[in-house]
């Protein structure tokens, strides 16, 4: 059978595990195929492809449930579901896309960008199972690496107590999440993948003391002959298993990921076990791809690539150093002259750019793995001693530690700088990950400062600011991808004053103001604007909180028409912060704002996402000279 004509998973049923391998290697030869054309995620999927053809063969998915935590594993899942004649739009827009998404597949049984996710639902879907009276199965798939998130933590917890409740777990354990996992878990993990796989030793233990008539009736062991079966497995159960098994859970493993016989049979006899199930499996992330196997940081995404080399596709041109890379280096840099300098990831150094400082300055960075709200509070203990803790993590993830952000740092109004990438629109990886709400979710809360830089030249600057910043919590988010090609500094970057602006360019007829990354499409639009006979002030914000009200309303009211420009939620945005100083100071100002509506930006580029939501300087100009402040003013289309 081709991999081409899979259209239900149910088709692997009654294939032997020869023709099953021969699905493996389709599987593994169009996963390597599309992501060298596009890009996106390699090492993840490539560990999982027996393991995904095992667990479905020995399921029927026209009734059962899979959940998998963190979609960028399940891309052969995508595969063998019926998405393979559009597998090569995979993150392009309209296609495919990265992540689990219940509106594109009904094989999608929980949507999953972030980790730690699937134990919860899986547990969610079981109860509700009983509830009705229904009967299906329900597996959550989750990473080791994954495992050290708290909720996945707190899930196993609940599910361990309800020992009626039939639901499987299985432990991809790769010893990888990005990047190496950190803490006791990945050490406790690492211990039993050393030890033998010996939880079957006493399978047969009770085959065997059937046969003793003193020992039972034949049919059912005698309950002694049971507590000595259980002592017996105890002894011989690895640790891990045994911990598992105290905590409510019937432990299967260490099994061979890439064995599809040993994978089928185990989830077979998991399958029959009630209550709550892990079976504990160790893949190798990249397989079947040596250079993948060999660097599996490096291969765990990658932009369009040599397949045969494994080198990056070159672009046409250079490009300027990335906004992460810059900010890596500053950061590095200032913590050369100061050790109380703390750099803290959750589980994305080389996401963020702190695998830079881990190998400068291994003491002053800290990797707490898939942990946000730990890596939050521990940022406010450190800071609590006089350290000065910077905590990188991607917008979309500080999401996870709301609480912790407002409790532990700004009621306590601690020195916690947070540096937020990925803030604004990120492309291909879809709704999950972009990073639209950041600047709506933190502008509520007292005691924190925001600010955002219009380059990577003034992200240096803020990255002193930030340093320097005592009195409470200071927040700066900044994009994926590279910066405009500014002059870089070396050194001496001086600090901003907190809450001050900045005027680029001067005009009468309209005020423009933008935040972070729509700075440079102000400008953009005032030259356009200006081919027209209108002339704008365009105001670099720089601060959202504190807003620099001093430059802000008197410019506002002398010009009376203004426009704010974000790459964020409209909704509580930067453009609502300055609605709300107009109308708190009684400035009669006309006011549009120019951001991303109440809506999901999907998987796109870039550059696709903002042409959508009108964005450009181009439509923003076109929207301005369409409108009632300018009406003897020509349009855009008028003109051309």
């Known amino acids: 059978m081709h991999l081409s004509e899979i259209t239900h998973p149910n088709q692997l049923h009654g294939l032997s595990i020869r023709e099953l391998e021969d699905i493996a290697n389709q599987i593994r030869e169009k996963h390597l195929e599309t992501i060298a054309a596009s890009g996106g995620h390699l090492g993840p999927g490539l560990g999982v492809v027996e393991l995904t053809i095992g667990l479905y063969q020995t399921l029927d998915l026209d009734q059962d449930k899979v959940l998998w935590d963190v979609g960028h594993q399940a891309y052969p899942h995508k595969l063998l579901t019926g998405r393979y004649k559009n597998f090569h739009t995979l993150r392009q827009k309209d296609g495919v896309a990265g992540y689990l998404k219940r509106s594109e597949n009904k094989f999608d049984h929980f949507g999953a960008g972030h980790a730690s996710t699937s134990i919860s639902a899986g547990l969610g879907m079981a109860l509700a199972r009983d509830s009705k009276g229904e009967n299906f199965k329900v597996v959550s798939i989750i990473g080791d690496g994954a495992l050290t998130g708290g909720m996945a933590l707190e899930a196993i917890n609940h599910a361990g107590h309800l020992p009626n409740t039939n639901m499987m777990v299985v432990l991809n354990d790769n010893e990888m999440s990005i990047s190496p996992n950190v803490g006791a878990i990945s050490r406790y993990l690492n211990k039993v993948r050393l030890s033998d796989p010996i939880q079957f030793i006493t399978d047969n233990l009770e085959e065997q003391f059937k046969h003793f008539p003193f020992f039972g009736d034949g049919a059912n062991l005698s309950p002694e002959m ?179 952000i407002i409790h532990d740092v700004c009621i306590q109004k601690l020195p916690v700088f947070f540096c937020l990438d990925r803030a604004g629109i990120v492309g291909a990886d879809g709704p999950t990950h972009q990073g639209m709400y950041d600047i709506s979710y933190l502008r509520c809360i007292p005691n924190l400062v925001m600010m955002a830089p219009k380059d990577e030249a003034e992200l240096q600057r803020m990255m002193v600011t930030g340093i320097n910043y005592t009195d409470g919590a200071i927040a700066m988010r900044y994009p994926r991808g590279n910066g405009l090609g500014v002059p870089l500094a070396e050194e001496g970057w001086e600090a901003l004053e907190i809450g001050k602006g900045e005027i680029l360019r001067n005009g009468d007829d309209i005020l423009l103001i933008g935040y972070g990354t729509m700075v440079n499409t102000a400008m953009q639009t005032a030259e356009i604007l200006s081919e027209h006979g209108i002339e704008a002030t365009v105001i670099n914000a720089r601060f959202v909180k504190p807003l620099d009200t001093e430059l802000i309303l008197p410019l506002a009211e002398k010009i009376g028409k203004v426009v704010t420009l974000e790459e964020g939620s409209l909704i509580g945005g930067f453009g609502s912060a300055v609605a709300e100083a107009l109308t708190d100071n009684d400035v009669m100002a006309k006011l549009k704002r120019f951001g991303v509506p109440d809506i999901l930006v999907d998987h796109a580029t870039p550059n696709e996402s903002i042409a959508d939501l009108g964005l450009t300087s181009r439509q923003i100009s076109e929207q301005i000279l369409a409108s009632a402040w300018f009406e003897q003013k020509p349009s855009l289309s008028m003109s051309n």
């Open 226 to 404: 049971k507590n000595l079966k259980e002592a017996m497995k105890r002894l011989a159960m690895p640790k891990v298993g045994a911990v598992i098994e105290e905590l409510g859970f019937t432990y299967f493993g260490p099994i061979d990921g890439h064995n599809l016989k040993e994978l089928i049979d185990t989830f077979n006899k998991a399958h029959k076990v009630k209550g709550p199930v892990l079976v504990h499996v160790i893949t190798v992330k990249g397989k079947g791809y040596s250079l993948a196997e060999k660097d599996q940081v490096g291969y765990h995404a990658q932009s369009p690539f040599n397949l045969t080399t494994g080198k990056p596709i070159p672009s046409t041109k250079p490009k300027p150093p990335s906004y992460s890379k810059v900010f890596a280096h500053t950061l590095t840099t200032l913590a050369q002259n100061n050790p109380k300098i703390i750099g803290i990831t959750a589980a994305m150094a080389t996401g963020t750019g702190l695998d830079k400082l881990q190998q400068k300055l291994p003491n002053q960075y800290i990797d707490v793995g898939i942990a946000e709200q730990h890596a939050v509070t521990l940022a406010a203990g450190l800071a609590c001693e006089g350290m000065r803790p910077v905590v990188a993590i991607y917008s979309t993830f500080l999401q996870r530690a709301y609480d912790q």
